[in-house]
């Protein structure tokens, strides 16, 4: 590793222009986001559900500079097309960023799951949507905070939703956290 340090007089003209240092930049950037849009499509493999949605995909790097984030703000499918009777498992994949998983209006307390929702025993939360007209709120789906010296443990986050969908209908779905960016989508449920 090395690194370089100019001191310049105020009169010197700088090592580099400002499109040299936007271009570095947006390698970096291309960079990460490729790697976070190939975890989230190859590695999203859910063992209790064949109807698997990736909520969002990030990741964190180092170097000399510090450490940065990268997330990939969007559900893995836009669509998805289901059964009546059938589960569709959301789950989030990045080390940082909370995500939501909210039918209907958004509730005033983004934070706490809505009180419909119940907890499997395998700690994913799950709520059952029987009509276009219901509404449920995942709460935050997030991996829990990383260790910090001298602080207890923090709890597991909660990082899997499901919802089960005994009758047809489409039903849209947002992120209430990141839906201004897009990040939206629709479980169509057939007979």
Not at 31 to 38: G, H, T, V
Request: with cysteine; hydrophobic share 35%; net charge negative.
């Amino acid at each position: 590793m090395d690194g370089r340090i100019h001191v310049l007089d105020l009169s010197e003209p700088l090592p580099h222009d400002q499109a040299f240092y936007n271009e570095q930049a947006d390698s970096q950037r291309n960079e990460l986001l490729s790697d976070a849009r190939n975890d989230a499509h190859a590695a999203h493999a859910l063992p209790n559900s064949s109807h698997g949605v990736t909520a969002g995909a990030g990741e964190v790097t180092a170097n000399a500079g510090g450490s940065r984030t990268v997330s990939a703000l969007r559900f893995s499918h836009g669509s998805i097309k289901i059964s009546a009777g059938q589960t569709v498992e959301w789950d989030n994949q990045d080390p940082v960023t909370p995500h939501t998983i909210t039918f209907g209006p958004e509730p005033p307390d983004l934070v706490d799951p809505s009180p419909d929702v119940t907890v499997d025993p395998d700690g994913a939360r799950h709520a059952i949507i029987d009509s276009t007209s219901d509404s449920t709120h995942s709460g935050f789906i997030v991996a829990a905070p990383q260790e910090r010296f001298g602080l207890p443990q923090a709890p597991l986050g909660v990082t899997r939703f499901r919802v089960t969908f005994p009758n047809a209908g489409t039903f849209p779905y947002i992120c209430a956290l990141h839906d201004d960016l897009g990040m939206t989508g629709t479980v169509i449920v057939h007979h």
